[in-house]
């Protein structure tokens, strides 16, 4: 069963515009989400995170959006750059005092266009 | 900082043979987990070893066991491969906190 869903598998931008990354997930217990970025032949990269007492956390030109009772967040690149072309994987991690197992999604493959 | 490394980085077996894949957490981290990533899919989450215990597991079979070392290095062991268990391996390591950080994988072909 798929906790977290990514339901764009990619995404093709412009140079410069906005890049909306979209992520939803079934499980309330969630409360920390983070986004990763992975280019080929290397592992994940973390890139953003944001707990669930928050609705917004912005770093640079990245910024994640968290509407919780819609049980959605979304990851927003202002302004877009070819660089940025990789696949963004959202994950989620429960409230657990025994560990911080994250639940992926299947990624959304990023095409930044020159 | 030499950051969270993996060995090896390709890997072929044959179908029922056993395969051990290492991984180095990033310095100051205690706290060892493993993934199974399949084409097209998103990490799984396989084990997490924190003092040398599993202490927490996904949904994989016994076939999947691991071990962590006093330096806090660790193994992900896979019994009797199948097919299906070809796959990237990825290793996170964390200090205790929320956000891990990922090696670069293990790829591992099963034929």
């Known amino acids: 069963d798929q906790q977290v869903k990514q339901n764009s598998p990619s995404l093709s931008v412009q140079e410069g515009r906005i890049s909306i990354l979209n992520c939803d997930y079934t499980?309330?217990?969630?409360?920390?989400f983070l986004w990763y970025k992975k280019y080929p032949a290397e592992g994940p990269t973390f890139l953003i995170s944001?707990?669930?007492?928050?609705d917004k956390n912005e770093d640079g030109r990245f910024t994640v959006f968290l509407n919780k009772s819609a049980k959605h967040l979304s990851l927003h690149i202002v302004p877009s750059q070819p660089g940025d072309s990789a696949v963004y994987f959202c994950a989620a991690s429960g409230n657990s005092n025994t560990g911080n197992q994250f639940y992926f999604g299947t990624g959304t493959s990023l095409t930044v266009i020159p | 900082d030499a950051g969270v490394t993996q060995s090896p980085t390709h890997l072929i077996k044959t179908r029922g043979q056993q395969v051990t894949l290492r991984c180095s957490p990033k310095s100051g981290h205690d706290t060892v987990s493993w993934y199974q990533q399949a084409l097209g899919q998103g990490p799984q989450f396989i084990f997490q070893?924190?003092?040398?215990?599993?202490?927490q597991r996904g949904n994989f079979p016994d076939r999947f066991s691991g071990h962590q070392f006093p330096n806090y290095s660790s193994e992900l062991n896979v019994n009797a491969l199948l097919l299906g268990d070809s796959a990237l391996y990825l290793c996170?390591?964390?200090?205790?906190?929320?956000?891990?950080?990922f090696g670069q994988g293990t790829r591992l072909t099963v034929v």
């Open positions: 499980n309330s217990m969630f409360d920390y």
């Open positions: 070893y924190y003092e040398e215990e599993e202490r």
């Open positions: 944001i707990s669930s007492i928050k």
């Open positions: 996170a390591s964390s200090p205790g906190t929320v956000e891990a950080f």
